[in-house]
């Protein structure tokens, strides 16, 4: 199959040659096949739009290096202040106009809920400084305060008010941490994408699962329960099932 030959195009992620190559492994995983597969986990788990954000790699990226100091409206269309869950891919790449070129995966997860940004590394510290762009970028535009829902007394007189802008400002009153969760780790040199495809479809099935309302057990032990080196073996072919499965449609 030629590298630049279209595989599948599912929602606005473009799969080709050289990422179903990359699939078959033993390789690094690319952008888009962590984009494809956060797009799918979204039409699964996420249905009213509201509650959980996958973020595309790419967007990921931008986020965690942009110096734009008009950063808010950019991340206004992403609604993350509606959100409880956001799960940003980190790359270890330090080039902006080469965002594919990383080695490493990782994955950042908000949790409104803790007002905490938590880092999963299938290589333990091995992304912990690119992690924290993310942290750094991010950081003053969460937390609980941004998704707060006045009393319906104080929606009726903010109608009376002319409307404000609605891109997300800073807030300084809530800033949250950054902490450094355990990760299941990998026992290889290139399956960190896998792995971090696997927290994410752990984290989603947590968030969505009946039995977890009361949350008696939390994402992060889930996470260390459901995913473990076994994904090395059976999480390649199981995206490619998939992808043939999508083509078939």
């Given at each position: 199959?030629?590298?630049?030959?279209?595989?599948?195009?599912?929602?606005?992620?473009?799969?080709?040659?050289?990422?179903?190559?990359?699939?078959?492994?033993?390789?690094?995983?690319?952008?888009?096949?962590?984009?494809?597969?956060?797009?799918?986990?979204?039409?699964?788990?996420?249905?009213?739009?509201?509650?959980?954000?996958?973020?595309?790699?790419?967007?990921?990226?931008?986020?965690?290096?942009?110096?734009?100091?008009?950063?808010?409206?950019?991340?206004?269309?992403?609604?993350?202040?509606?959100?409880?869950?956001?799960?940003?891919?980190?790359?270890?790449?330090?080039?902006?106009?080469?965002?594919?070129?990383?080695?490493?995966?990782?994955?950042?997860?908000?949790?409104?809920?803790?007002?905490?940004?938590?880092?999963?590394?299938?290589?333990?510290?091995?992304?912990?400084?690119?992690?924290?762009?993310?942290?750094?970028?991010?950081?003053?535009?969460?937390?609980?305060?941004?998704?707060?829902?006045?009393?319906?007394?104080m929606k009726n007189e903010e109608?009376?008010?002319?409307?404000?802008?609605?891109?997300?400002?800073?807030?300084?009153?809530?800033?949250?941490?950054?902490?450094?969760?355990?990760?299941?780790?990998?026992?290889?040199?290139?399956?960190?994408?896998?792995?971090?495809?696997?927290?994410?479809?752990?984290?989603?099935?947590?968030?969505?699962?009946p039995r977890n309302n009361n949350?008696?057990?939390?994402?992060?032990?889930?996470?260390?329960?459901?995913?473990?080196a076994s994904v090395e073996i059976?999480?390649?072919?199981?995206?490619?099932?998939?992808?043939?499965?999508?083509?078939?449609?």
């Amino acid at each position: 199959m030629d590298e630049r030959e279209i595989v599948l195009s599912y929602k606005d992620v473009v799969l080709r040659g050289v990422d179903l190559h990359a699939l078959q492994g033993p390789c690094y995983l690319t952008d888009q096949i962590i984009a494809f597969y956060f797009s799918y986990l979204s039409s699964l788990y996420d249905p009213k739009e509201e509650d959980i954000l996958l973020v595309h790699p790419s967007v990921s990226f931008f986020l965690a290096h942009s110096l734009d100091e008009n950063l808010g409206d950019f991340m206004e269309p992403l609604k993350l202040s509606t959100k409880k869950l956001v799960l940003f891919p980190v790359n270890d790449c330090t080039d902006f106009d080469g965002g594919e070129s990383g080695a490493h995966w990782s994955l950042v997860v908000y949790d409104r809920t803790k007002n905490s940004f938590s880092h999963l590394d299938s290589i333990a510290g091995a992304n912990h400084l690119h992690a924290l762009h993310i942290y750094k970028s991010l950081k003053g535009f969460m937390g609980p305060s941004v998704a707060t829902q006045p009393p319906q007394s104080m929606k009726n007189e903010e109608k009376k008010k002319p409307p404000a802008s609605s891109s997300p400002a800073p807030i300084a009153d809530a800033i949250p941490e950054f902490v450094e969760v355990p990760s299941p780790q990998q026992k290889n040199g290139y399956d960190c994408g896998i792995y971090v495809i696997a927290i994410a479809r752990a984290i989603c099935q947590w968030f969505s699962s009946p039995r977890n309302n009361n949350r008696d057990v939390d994402w992060v032990s889930f996470v260390q329960k459901h995913v473990d080196a076994s994904v090395e073996i059976t999480m390649r072919g199981e995206i490619i099932k998939l992808i043939q499965e999508l083509r078939d449609a």
